[in-house]
């Protein structure tokens, strides 16, 4: 009895090693030994979407695939690789999705352009109120 | 004073008109939440080149040479701490059985866990390749596990499946298999 309940205890505390013995790729959770790359590095990866948990980034998510993501980001940056260029690479797999920095193109042009035809009509409008109460 | 005018009636309510459009597309949204899956935008272009080493003592790794050798394959990408994994494993099982050949790409896994996996759900795979530190999961512009590419005898991906394969869902892909095929 005595050795059954030593072995339930045995058991019960290898349990949660057992559950982490899944691999996973090497600069996941280890920074990059120059700062200034892992400065980059964090930049870009603050930037990145998780695929997993997709309202975190990569720098903040804690899905295995981010660990995967970040780990890419890292290994890319240190070989030399420019941030936009690791992040165009992700972005011709996933999709504009995958970047939270958002680029201009032929969907996207009226988010930037109805702001600015907005100051321009408030302009106008204002002018014209302010223009006529003056001349009288 | 003399510049001041009335509004006219229809401008009265125009504030009150654009918070309406503003709810009912709020609603909208709401009860149709846009779908969350990430497809990978390398439909129609060839497979990344990868070599990853056996997942498996004893069985072959995969590399990507053989998705060139005029055959279509599917490619599976799994692993054993995947729970739907679990789930779509019948359905592969079927696959092979109608002689659909299906490569395993196992994710960030561990040889001792796969195997307790691929005893316990079978094993209709081919090869099996170990991508440890998932590199090739998103070389492959995969978002998730389990997830099923099919690929053409010219290397070409012609098709994804995002999630498990369900019952239901198995038709669609032989039907996507043979016409990779043709």
């Known amino acids: ?136 | 004073m003399s510049g001041e005018r009335k509004p006219a009636g229809w401008a009265l309510w125009l504030p009150l008109m654009i918070f309406g459009a503003f709810v009912v597309l709020v609603t909208l949204g709401l009860l149709r939440p846009a779908p969350r899956d990430v497809a990978s935008t390398l439909i129609g272009k060839p497979m990344p080149s990868f070599a990853l080493p056996p997942a498996m003592p004893g069985r072959p790794g995969l590399d990507s040479s053989v998705f060139t050798d005029g055959n279509p394959r599917l490619v599976n990408i799994f692993a054993s701490w995947c729970i739907p994994c679990r789930v779509e494993a019948p359905q592969l099982a079927a696959l092979a059985n109608a002689g659909v050949p299906i490569e395993g790409i196992s994710v960030r896994d561990s040889t001792r866990d796969l195997g307790i996996f691929l005893k316990q759900n079978g094993d209709p795979f081919e090869r099996i390749g170990a991508d440890d530190d998932g590199q090739v999961q998103l070389a492959l512009g995969s978002s998730g596990v389990p997830e099923t590419y099919i690929v053409d005898g010219k290397g070409i991906i012609r098709y994804q499946h995002i999630g498990e394969i369900r019952a239901e869902q198995v038709p669609v892909i032989l039907s996507e298999f043979r016409e990779a095929g043709e």
């Not at chain 1, 057992?18 to 590095?41: G, H, N």
């Not at chain 1, 870009?44 to 695929?51: A, N």
Request: with cysteine; net charge negative.
């Open chain 1, 1 to 136: 009895m005595k050795h059954f309940l030593f072995l339930m205890l045995v058991a019960a505390f290898s349990l949660p090693l057992v559950a982490q013995e899944q691999s996973t790729a090497p600069y996941a959770y280890r920074q990059l030994d120059d700062p200034a790359q892992e400065e980059q590095a964090q930049d870009l990866m603050e930037s990145l979407r998780c695929l997993q948990c997709q309202g975190q980034s990569i720098a903040d998510s804690d899905a295995p695939i981010a660990g995967s993501m970040r780990s890419l980001v890292r290994e890319r940056v240190a070989k030399g690789e420019e941030p936009e260029a690791i992040r165009e690479w992700l972005v011709e797999r996933y999709g504009d999705y995958v970047s939270y920095a958002p680029r201009l193109t032929s969907l996207t042009w009226p988010l930037f352009a109805v702001p600015l035809l907005f100051a321009a009509l408030a302009f106008l409008l204002l002018r014209r109120r302010f223009g006529r109460g003056g001349g009288q």
